[in-house]
């Protein structure tokens, strides 16, 4: 004997799930998401709403990164709201751990010093283990491999719109190489040495610099110094082959040597938005302004068309594109 509630409906009354893209094509492209067993909730939330709003309509696979052994719980309940592929990997600890040639004692001073300044994240060796990791590891990982093309994800982020086309293909057919939601300043406070470093690089091997790129973005005196402008990289879609090539392997390297990644706090952001901004040409870099998102504390909500084709639910008027902070403007500008 069960309740009524507990009796099956009918197969019939289901809708049939679309389960094929337009075009009947796919890039070769992943999720992928680095988290910790303890993000759980923000990581079921996050993959739910892509699920919704538009990997249903995909089935694009998910990676899963992590230093330490996914549990069973965070598998299962991963896996129980997606009907993807889902793959679960462990990072090396060679390719997260702060490297041993790396002076102690003068991180721990820099770790101090950025303590009492209030810098966010300023005390805290994993949060710089995870900016190194992100900038120069993660399209290394074995489970990455297999993959060109990826979109990157947090936990607690959203997704406001209906996302009803494959931004894998449009990179892929439009030759893009990065795109962004939210381009933005950087604290200076935890980047003071990055643009010196990165010039030394750029004057050491000026052919890797690529002719047409971004400069632009990220310098206002044609490269003399940084703006701090960088793109967000908690969102990214973007093609592994950039990081994976010549000019930014040899430019992570030379920025890994000089340790800034734990004698300051060099993030992921603006490590890959430099690279992205010298090793491309500009226009493979792209504005996905179709795609609502919100990583606290700040949105881009698509205006006008773009919001009523997505069905967008945030309000159009608390959007970042055209804040004071936001650097939106100067990627326009170079199209100009
Ligand atoms: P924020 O966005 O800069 O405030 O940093 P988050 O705390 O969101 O971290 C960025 C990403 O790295 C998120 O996907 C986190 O889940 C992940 N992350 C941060 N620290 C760790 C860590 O120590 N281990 C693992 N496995 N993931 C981490
Ligand atoms: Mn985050």
Known sequence: KVPPYKVPL?????????TTS?????ANATVVMLARNGDINGVTSSIKQLED????????????????????????????????????GLIPRDHWNQPEWIDE???????????KNNVIYGGSVPYRNM???????FYRHELMQQFKYYWRVEPDIKFFCDIDYDPFLVMQDQNKVYGFTISLYEYEATIPTLWKTVKEFTTKHPELV???????????????????????????????DLWRGEAYMK???FLDEN?????????????????AALFAKKEQIHFFNDIGYRHEPFQHCPQGNAHKKGKCYCDPKQNFDREWYSCLNRYDKMFF
């Open 251 to 253: 430019f992570f390297n």
């Open 53 to 88: 709003r538009w990997n249903n309509k995909f089935h694009y696979p998910y990676v899963f990164l992590n230093d330490e052994e996914f549990t069973q719980e965070f598998k299962d309940r991963v896996k129980t709201i997606t009907e993807s592929e889902v793959y679960f």
């Open 131 to 137: 900016c190194r990791y992100n900038s120069g590891f």
């Open 210 to 240: 690529t002719e047409g790129n971004a400069m632009s973005f990220i310098s206002d005196d044609g490269g003399s110094t940084y703006n701090r402008c960088h793109f967000w990289s908690n969102f990214e879609i973007a093609d592994m």
């Open 259 to 275: 340790g800034g990644f734990y004698y300051e706090r060099w993030g992921d952001a603006p490590v890959h938005s430099l690279g």
């Open 105 to 115: 004692e003068k991180a721990t001073k820099a770790r101090e010093d950025m303590v």
């Open 10 to 18: 009918a197969d019939d009354y289901y809708v049939k799930k679309n």
């Open 22 to 26: 337009p075009q009947g094509r796919r």
